[in-house]
């Protein structure tokens, strides 16, 4: 087997141990696990850009083309 070496948050690092102790397995163990989920997975899994979701949304609700750079669209906005 070959050796890898990867820098992690402490955070994340921390909940590695946690989860190697929960689990009984070591932390080696866990990460290529979960290695192997990702690549099973494949891109299709990958969480979408909220604008990707959203793409056929666009420029379907009405109003100025300008709401968002002439100020007068901001009087008394914040009140």
Do not use: H
Request: zero cysteines.
């Amino acid at each position: 087997m070959k050796t890898l070496s990867l820098k992690v948050p402490a955070t994340l690092n921390e909940r590695l141990e946690e989860l190697a102790k929960e689990t009984r397995r070591s932390k080696s163990m866990i990460i290529r696990m979960a290695i192997e989920e990702y690549q099973r997975r494949g891109r299709r899994a990958q969480p979408k850009s909220f604008l990707v979701q959203a793409r056929d949304l666009a420029g379907s609700v009405g109003g100025p083309a300008d709401l968002s750079t002439d100020r007068k669209y901001l009087k008394g906005y914040g009140r």
